[in-house]
């Protein structure tokens, strides 16, 4: 086992944009630090290639001290066709995006796996997957969405190869040849019920909504609808925007102002714009169906639906993709130590958060989509990346200085990713 001889002041958790825009920060105003992750592991492995962000191109940049390195300037230098409002970005170009971004500003990511998270003599012991164990004074979590699938309770039981969640995918290889079901309404449930149909598998898609809405497609907007209802790397409105630009004013809000802005209906299933006419008669829809118990039959899945007007309808299938999105629980990330959870004070099941994303475990701070119940729904989007990036960069540069010892640091062996 290869332990660390000497304390590292900051440890990141994850290697998403969240991850690495802080890195890039703390690189570059010289503040000790380890990151340790895959790069954009989970854009990489969770999310089905052919996928479409559904954030504008320009909203979707990681955030460097110089704001130099944009979507746009990564695919200037390939000659790369872009356009910041009227043509998407693929999820293929923006995880290329990421891994130039790491490469350029983040060197030093480590491709390991965090098993446990617990008190330890510098403030805090992390152990990881490949036996090393690291000290550091402060711990930034920046998981992303991965760790908090939701599936309704009616398929917790299942087995995986009956049933899964859209955050799986990756690669839908492995359902060539089978009847599936998606269970959604949102871009997940869409982008998934399209690419699984272009690819010839036999697919139906689910939604309790009675109508499947997606977002209009970008077009030049005139003044006064610029004026009325200003655009945003969020969404549309002067409430979006002033939640996409001023995360600590909403961090001041009363808690069920701040959790309701986090769970806004404006961010309710909605589907790419450029997917809907790869859905809309090309893929079979169940429209206005409440799940009403699961079964499996010879091999098979069977959901019980109920429409509008209580009729019942049965659906049969070799898989069911549920994409029935996420929920915030910090119980659910297995690496904490159940002492250290159990100090987090919490905004329902997300940590309560100070303006500095420091939770009440001093020392430990968490950024990206579990901190959206303290600072809004900015940090469930890449465009948020920047605000932690840049206020904790400040921060921990401004108080780690008066903390660390004199003693000179060894060097430590470590696996890195370049």
Same mark, same amino acid.
């Given at each position: 086992?290869?332990? @660390? *001889? +000497?304390?590292?002041?900051?440890?990141?958790?994850?290697?998403?944009?969240?991850?690495? *825009?802080?890195?890039?920060?703390?690189?570059?105003?010289?503040?000790?630090?380890? !990151?340790?992750?895959?790069?954009?592991?989970?854009?990489?492995?969770?999310?089905?290639?052919?996928?479409?962000?559904? /954030?504008?191109?320009?909203?979707?940049?990681? /955030?460097?001290?110089? @704001?130099?390195?944009?979507?746009?300037?990564?695919?200037?230098?390939?000659?790369?066709?872009?356009?910041?409002?009227?043509?998407?970005?693929?999820?293929?170009?923006?995880?290329?995006? &990421?891994?130039?971004?790491?490469?350029?500003?983040?060197?030093?990511? #480590?491709?390991?796996?965090?098993?446990?998270?617990?008190?330890?003599?510098?403030?805090?012991?992390?152990?990881?997957?490949?036996?090393?164990?690291?000290?550091?004074?402060?711990?930034?979590?920046?998981?992303?969405?991965?760790?908090?699938?939701?599936?309704?309770?009616?398929?917790?039981?299942?087995?995986?190869?009956?049933?899964?969640? /859209?955050?799986?995918?990756?690669?839908? #290889?492995? $359902?060539?040849?089978?009847?599936?079901?998606?269970? &959604?309404?949102? /871009?997940?449930?869409?982008?998934?019920?399209?690419?699984?149909?272009?690819?010839?598998?036999?697919?139906?898609?689910?939604?309790?909504?009675?109508?499947?809405?997606?977002?209009?497609?970008?077009?030049?907007?005139?003044?006064?609808?610029? =004026?009325?209802?200003?655009?945003?790397?969020?969404?549309?409105?002067?409430?979006?925007?002033?939640?996409?630009?001023?995360?600590?004013?909403?961090?001041?809000?009363?808690?069920?102002?701040?959790?309701?802005?986090?769970?806004?209906?404006?961010?309710?299933?909605?589907?790419?714009?450029?997917?809907? +006419?790869?859905?809309? &008669?090309?893929?079979?829809?169940? $429209?206005?169906?409440?799940?009403?118990?699961? #079964? =499996?039959?010879?091999?098979?899945?069977?959901?019980?639906?109920?429409?509008? *007007?209580? %009729?019942?309808?049965?659906?049969?299938? +070799?898989?069911?993709?549920?994409?029935?999105?996420?929920?915030?629980?910090?119980?659910?990330? &297995?690496?904490? +130590?159940?002492?250290?959870?159990?100090?987090?004070?919490? !905004? #329902?099941?997300?940590?309560?958060?100070?303006?500095?994303?420091?939770?009440?475990?001093?020392?430990?701070?968490?950024?990206?989509?579990?901190?959206?119940? %303290?600072?809004?729904?900015?940090?469930?989007?890449?465009?948020?990346? @920047?605000?932690?990036?840049?206020?904790?960069?400040?921060?921990?540069?401004?108080?780690?200085?008066? !903390?660390?010892? =004199?003693?000179?640091?060894?060097?430590?062996?470590?696996?890195?990713? @370049?």
């Amino acid at each position: 086992m290869a332990i @660390s *001889s +000497d304390p590292v002041d900051v440890a990141i958790i994850g290697a998403g944009p969240y991850g690495l *825009s802080l890195a890039a920060h703390l690189r570059a105003r010289g503040t000790e630090h380890r !990151i340790f992750g895959e790069t954009m592991g989970s854009w990489k492995n969770n999310m089905p290639p052919g996928m479409l962000l559904k /954030s504008y191109p320009w909203a979707s940049n990681l /955030s460097d001290p110089r @704001s130099e390195f944009t979507t746009k300037n990564f695919c200037t230098e390939r000659a790369l066709p872009y356009h910041d409002e009227l043509m998407p970005l693929p999820l293929s170009r923006f995880v290329e995006y &990421g891994e130039a971004f790491q490469a350029r500003h983040v060197p030093n990511v #480590e491709h390991k796996t965090l098993m446990a998270l617990e008190p330890g003599p510098a403030g805090f012991r992390a152990s990881f997957n490949d036996g090393e164990t690291v000290d550091a004074r402060r711990v930034v979590v920046a998981v992303g969405l991965h760790p908090f699938r939701r599936l309704p309770p009616e398929a917790e039981h299942l087995p995986s190869d009956l049933c899964s969640h /859209s955050g799986d995918y990756g690669s839908i #290889e492995p $359902l060539d040849g089978r009847n599936v079901i998606v269970v &959604g309404a949102g /871009s997940s449930a869409t982008d998934l019920a399209a690419l699984l149909c272009e690819r010839g598998i036999t697919v139906s898609l689910v939604t309790r909504t009675p109508h499947l809405n997606f977002a209009c497609r970008p077009r030049p907007r005139a003044l006064f609808e610029r =004026t009325a209802a200003p655009m945003s790397g969020i969404g549309n409105g002067w409430t979006m925007a002033i939640c996409a630009r001023y995360p600590q004013l909403i961090r001041l809000l009363a808690r069920n102002t701040r959790v309701r802005l986090a769970n806004s209906r404006a961010h309710g299933p909605l589907g790419s714009a450029f997917m809907k +006419d790869r859905v809309v &008669g090309k893929v079979p829809l169940s $429209l206005g169906r409440t799940l009403d118990g699961i #079964e =499996t039959r010879n091999g098979k899945v069977v959901l019980n639906l109920v429409d509008a *007007s209580n %009729s019942r309808h049965s659906l049969r299938a +070799d898989h069911v993709i549920f994409a029935t999105g996420y929920k915030i629980d910090i119980t659910r990330l &297995g690496f904490l +130590d159940e002492k250290l959870a159990h100090r987090i004070r919490r !905004i #329902e099941r997300a940590p309560l958060l100070s303006a500095h994303y420091e939770s009440s475990v001093p020392g430990l701070h968490f950024i990206g989509p579990v901190a959206a119940n %303290s600072f809004g729904p900015v940090c469930r989007f890449v465009y948020g990346a @920047s605000h932690p990036a840049q206020h904790l960069a400040r921060y921990l540069s401004a108080v780690l200085p008066r !903390i660390r010892p =004199t003693t000179k640091l060894q060097t430590v062996e470590s696996t890195v990713l @370049s």
